[in-house]
C-alpha cells in the first residue's frame, strides 16, 4: 500500500516495532506492553485528533495522505510520550534518592502553612461579615 508520496504502511509499521524493541522501559516483557498500550492509546487519540482539527480547519487531503499524517505525527508523540515518561521515572529515583526525615520534614511544613491560610481565611471572612453587619446597622 504505497500512497502517491512513496510513504508505506509497511515501512512505517516497521519502523514502528524498530522503535518500540529497542526502548526498554521496565525490563519486564509483560509491564512494558501494558505502558506501550497506555502510550499508544495517548499517543493515536491525540494524533487522530489534530488530524481530524486539520481537516476541519480546511487542509485538503486524500484518505491515505491522512493515513500518512496520521502515522507521521503517531510516531513523533510515541517518542515524545517515551521521553516524558522517561523523565517520570528519572525523577521519581531522584525523589527517593532524598532522606525520610527531609520528605516528612516538607510535607509537615506544607500541611502546617495550609492550615495557616485556612485559619487565616476564615478569620478574614468573619471580620468581613461583621463589618458588614455593623453597616447594616447604620443604615
Known sequence: MKSEKGVS???LTTLLIFLISGFVITGISFLDGKVWEVIFGIAGSIAYAIVGILIDVGLNL??????????VIL???VVFIYKIY???VVFKLWLMSIPLWIKILVVSAFGLASIFV???KICKSKKKKENCDE????Y
Open 9 to 11: 504502511i509497511k515501512g
Open 62 to 71: 486524500s484518505k491515505r495522505d491522512r493515513s500518512d499524517l496520521f502515522w
Open 75 to 77: 510516531l513523533i508523540l
Open 86 to 88: 522517561c523523565a517520570l
Open 118 to 120: 485556612g485559619i487565616l
Open 135 to 138: 453597616n447594616k446597622q447604620l
